[in-house]
């Protein structure tokens, strides 16, 4: 004896021809979804510095130094300017009083911080991995909340996360009360 089941469904299945539009099996619609998926996954994810489009350095796809849309992006030559009577060669970026030290803040495009007592760095907001802004400045690094990634408030160079290029660091001096780019 065998443990095949036959009923009715079989039979009536078995006689009836195919029908045009029908729904695909819960296993095709799955499927189709996961592949969806990864594939949204892996464009996400999958930014190259090589290629033959025309948006970016060296005739790659992507920057080298990228920026959110609409921004100027980092390398832009802006000074980051919040005073019409500038001194010393650049705009200011920040009080003195703002920037604690071993710590920073983020100011315009910038982050501003202050690794050791009265030694002040300036850094583009712009994460050189996928182009996100940085959002703080936490025990001793740079954070960027989009995947991870964290820089040292010393010179800017990735510490951890898929970053692998530094923050682009704009000089700067101090000047009374205020921190100006240089």
Known sequence: ???VQTGPEAETTADQPARAGVVASRRVVLA???????GCLLTAC????????SNGANGGDFSNNPAPAGSKGADAGGTGST??????????????ADVPEGGGVIKGDYV???PTAGKYK???KVCTHAGCDVSKVDAGV???????STFSMEDGSPVS??????LPEKKVTVDGDNIVAA
Not at 32 to 38: N, Q
Not at 84 to 89: A, E, M, T
Not at 142 to 148: L, T
Request: aromatic share 2%.
């Open 122 to 124: 300036a850094f583009s």
């Open 142 to 148: 740079i954070v960027c909340p989009c995947h991870g």
């Open 46 to 53: 999958g930014t190259s510095t090589t290629g033959s489009g």
């Open 83 to 96: 005073s019409d009577n500038d001194s010393g060669g650049g705009g200011t970026l920040a009080l003195v």
């Open 32 to 38: 189709g979804a996961g592949a969806l998926g990864a």
């Open 112 to 114: 501003i911080t202050q």
């Open 1 to 3: 004896m065998t443990d």
């Open 161 to 166: 996360g898929p970053a692998n290029q530094p």
